[in-house]
C-alpha cells in the first residue's frame, strides 16, 4: 500500500512539472535568444559638426571694375570693398554690379557651429549635460571665435585706434563674396555715396551746384583737378563764359570744358560778365626812346615804386603763393613803372599797359613764326648759375606762344595772354636768344619773371617782321 502511494505521489510531481513548463510555450533555448536580443542595442549614428551661416548686408557703390574680375567699392563711411560674384549668382543680378552702380549686395558669414546627427541637429538631454558640459563651453566659445574672426575678416585685420579729432589709419579693402544683389533705390543715400566714392577715387570732394553761367576776370587756367597740381586741360580767356556745375573743397570751380569736367580756381571766374577792356595806346616812340624808358624805369627816374625800398620780389611770390594773380600783375605793373612803350612789356599783366609796338609797315610784311626752345635752354643755363631750379619745356604753352607772337606784331600788349600764369614779350632788331635775355634781364620786372623759382615749365616763340623780331616767354606753375 504504501508503495502504491508513493509512485503516486511521484507520479503527481511529474505531471505537475510538466504543466508549468507547458505554460510558457517557450523552450530554454528561446527565452536565452529572446533575452540576448532585448538586451542588444541599436548602433548610434556619428555626430557631426557644421558650420553656421549669418547673411550680411551691405550698401555700397561700384566704383571700378578689375581686371581680375571683382569690383571695388565704397560705402558712405568710405570704406573699400573688394566685391567677388559668387557663381550662383543670376545673370540679371551680375547685370547690376557695374561701375556707378548703387546695390544692396548680400554675403553669406560663418558665425558658428552645430552638431547634426542623422541629419538633425543635437538637442543635449539633462542627463548628457555634465558629461558635455565642456564640450558646450567650448562650442559657445568657437561660436563667439568664429563671429570675431568673420567681424575681423570683413572689417579690415587690426582697426587703427580712433581717438577725437585724429586720423584713422588708412584701412585695407574689406573683401566679400556676393552671394545676392539688389538695386539701392534711396536717392539720399545714393547721392552720399556717390559723393563718398567721388572723393575715395580722386583725393577731392565736389558740392555740386547745378549748372550756373559765370565769366574769366581774365586769362586763366583749366585744369583736371581743383587745384594747380593737376595736368592743365586748356585756358579760358578774358570775359568768357563758362558753366560752372560745382565747387571742390578747395574752393575751385567745376566747369563744363570741352565736353568733360574741367576745374578753374574761384578767384578769376564771377557772375558777371566784365566790361571789355580798351586797346592799348598807340605809341610812335622809337626802339632807342623805349629803351631809354626802360632805363629810366630800372633806376626809379621815372618809376616812384621802384624808389619806395619795397621788395617787390618778396610781394610778388607771395601773391603768386596765394594765387593772386590780378596782385602779381599789379606789383609787376609797379616794378616796370609808367608806360614802357614800344620796347619790352610788363611780366604777367593780361590788362597790359604797354603800349603798341607793331606799325602799318609790319603788319603788311611777311611773317615768319617759329618757337625758340634756344632761348628757354639758355635761360635754364643763367637760372642755373644762380642755383635756381630748370624750367620743363611745355608743348602746350609752345603752341600758344606762337599764336601770341603773331598778336603782339599787331597789339603789342598782354591783352590776349592765355594758357599761362605769366608772359614777357620784347621787340627785338637781333634774332639772337643771348640777346633777348639780355634786354629782358635789364628790366627789373621781366628779370624777376625769368628768376622766379616758382615757375616749372616755359616755353617761348617769336614772329619776324622784315627785321624786327616780336619775342614771347610764357611761364606756369
Known amino acids: 500500500m504504501k508503495k502504491k502511494q508513493i509512485y503516486a505521489l511521484i507520479t503527481a510531481t511529474v505531471l505537475m512539472a510538466t504543466s508549468i513548463t507547458g505554460c510558457s510555450g517557450k523552450t530554454t533555448e528561446e527565452t536565452a535568444v529572446e533575452e540576448t536580443a532585448e538586451t542588444e542595442e541599436a548602433p548610434e549614428e556619428e555626430a557631426v559638426e557644421e558650420p553656421v551661416y549669418e547673411t550680411r548686408q551691405y550698401t555700397v557703390e561700384v566704383a571700378t571694375a578689375n581686371e581680375d574680375g571683382t569690383f571695388t567699392a565704397y560705402d558712405t563711411d568710405g570704406k573699400q570693398y573688394i566685391l567677388t560674384l559668387a557663381t550662383e549668382l543670376s545673370d540679371d543680378e551680375k547685370a547690376l554690379v557695374v561701375p556707378e552702380a548703387c546695390l544692396i549686395v548680400s554675403t553669406e558669414v560663418q558665425v558658428g557651429t552645430k552638431l547634426v546627427v542623422n541629419g538633425e541637429e543635437v538637442s543635449t538631454t539633462e542627463e548628457d549635460a555634465e558629461e558635455n558640459a565642456d564640450t558646450e563651453v567650448a562650442t559657445e566659445e568657437n561660436t563667439e571665435e568664429s ?94 563764359e563758362v558753366t560752372v556745375t560745382g565747387i571742390a573743397d578747395s574752393g575751385w570751380y567745376r566747369i563744363k570744358y570741352n565736353d568733360e569736367d574741367g576745374y578753374c580756381s574761384n578767384n578769376y571766374l564771377q557772375t558777371e560778365k566784365p566790361a571789355p577792356k580798351a586797346a592799348a595806346s598807340s605809341n610812335s616812340g622809337s626802339a632807342s626812346s623805349a629803351g631809354t624808358q626802360v632805363a629810366q624805369a630800372d633806376t626809379g627816374a621815372s618809376a616812384p615804386a621802384a624808389a619806395s625800398g619795397r621788395d617787390f620780389k618778396a610781394e610778388y611770390d607771395a601773391a603768386m603763393r596765394a594765387g593772386d594773380i590780378d596782385r602779381a600783375a599789379q606789383i609787376m605793373q609797379e616794378i616796370d613803372g609808367i608806360s614802357v612803350g614800344g620796347g619790352i612789356s610788363g611780366g604777367g599783366s593780361s590788362s597790359g599797359s604797354s603800349s603798341s609796338g607793331g606799325s602799318s609797315s609790319s603788319s603788311s610784311s611777311e ?111
Open 147 to 240: 563671429a570675431d574672426s568673420a567681424d575681423e575678416n570683413l572689417a579690415t585685420g587690426e582697426d587703427a585706434e580712433k581717438s577725437e579729432g585724429e586720423e584713422v589709419a588708412t584701412e585695407e579693402p574689406i573683401t566679400i563674396t556676393v552671394t545676392a544683389v539688389e538695386a539701392l533705390d534711396d536717392e539720399v543715400q545714393a547721392a552720399t555715396l556717390a559723393t563718398v566714392t567721388f572723393k575715395a577715387i580722386n583725393g577731392f570732394s565736389v558740392e555740386d551746384l547745378g549748372d550756373t553761367t559765370m565769366y574769366a576776370k581774365q586769362s586763366v587756367n583749366v585744369r583736371k583737378g581743383p587745384s594747380s597740381d593737376y595736368e592743365q586741360l586748356g585756358s579760358l580767356s578774358s570775359g568768357q
Open 367 to 477: 611773317r615768319s613764326v617759329s618757337t625758340s626752345a634756344d632761348f628757354v635752354n639758355y635761360l635754364n643755363q643763367k637760372r642755373a648759375e644762380e642755383g635756381l631750379g630748370e624750367l620743363s619745356w611745355s608743348d602746350s604753352m609752345a603752341s600758344t606762344a606762337t599764336e601770341r607772337a603773331s598778336e603782339i606784331v599787331d597789339n603789342f600788349s598782354h591783352s590776349g595772354m592765355r594758357n599761362c600764369n605769366a608772359e614777357i614779350i620784347l621787340q627785338s632788331g637781333s634774332g639772337s636768344a643771348s640777346s633777348w635775355y639780355n634786354q629782358f634781364y635789364n628790366s627789373s620786372g621781366h628779370r624777376a619773371n625769368m628768376m622766379d623759382d616758382l615757375w616749372g615749365s616755359a616755353a617761348a616763340a617769336y614772329c619776324k617782321v622784315g627785321n624786327k623780331y616780336y619775342v614771347i616767354v610764357m611761364f606756369d606753375l
